[in-house]
């Protein structure tokens, strides 16, 4: 089986970095034209578009608040502007404010529901619009298995991502008689620049939690949106998928 994703064009918020980068470049290679957003980091964005350039691919980075209304309309606009249509949308830029909640200021609450459960709000309604009119889409929204089973100092974060399941399948059931899919990824422990600062106890006390044994990779994640972003997975939606190890087994 062969994903093909060509003449698609893609949007990955919080493209730049970690699972969000693996996830752009894993849709430039089966074929689509990825815009890959991002909030500050230039650098980073046009490092990644420039990895996807050399490999064949094509992509474009957009500078965008996804947890602002303007900063939504700002990349929907360049995206129409520049391409004409969008097929896929991957929700998945993210923040962490963590700490225990009778010490967790407001603004670290409000901070993590705005960009990573309004965020997508905001996204998925601009999505919509051009998806509703080609009669198809696909939006893909990255939460996690924090959002399944809770974690102790990230109460934010487990609000934002558990809303996203909830919303994930209210959606998938507005617009399926439009063939537009909408499912949810839950990654686990992904190595990525914040596993990287795990000591080796905390480390070998979460792998301990993992039947398989081993932290994922951001391509593990990677590769499933990518079948979801597919004609592969077209009666496939409301559905969260855990890519975690088997560390939720639901």
Known sequence: MQITLNGRVAIVTGGS???????????A?????????????TTAAEDVVQAISLAGGHAVAVQADVSTAEGVDALFKATADTYGRLDVLVNNA?????????????????AVIDTNL????????????????????????????VGLMGNAGQANYAAAK??????????AREMA??????????????????????????RAAVLETIPLGRLGSAQDVAS???FLA???AAYITGQTLTVDGGMVMQ
Do not use: H, W
């Open 17 to 27: 970095r970690g699972i969000g980068r693996a996830i752009a470049e894993a849709l």
């Open 118 to 145: 309004r965020g997508a709000y905001l996204c998925t309604k601009a999505a919509l619009r051009p998806m509703s009119k080609a009669k198809g889409g696909r939006i893909i929204n990255i939460t996690s298995v």
């Open 162 to 171: 558990a809303g996203l399941i909830g919303f994930t399948k209210s959606v």
């Open 224 to 226: 499933l949106v990518c």
């Open 230 to 232: 597919s004609d592969y």
């Open 94 to 110: 993210g923040i962490t404010r963590d700490g225990l909640l009778l010490r967790m200021k407001e603004s670290d609450f409000d």
């Open 29 to 41: 290679a089966a074929g689509a034209t990825v815009v890959v957003n991002y909030k500050s980091n």
């Open 177 to 202: 008689s439009r063939a537009i899919t909408v499912n949810a990824v839950a990654p686990g422990y992904i190595a990525t620049e914040l596993t990287d600062a795990l000591t080796d106890q905390v």
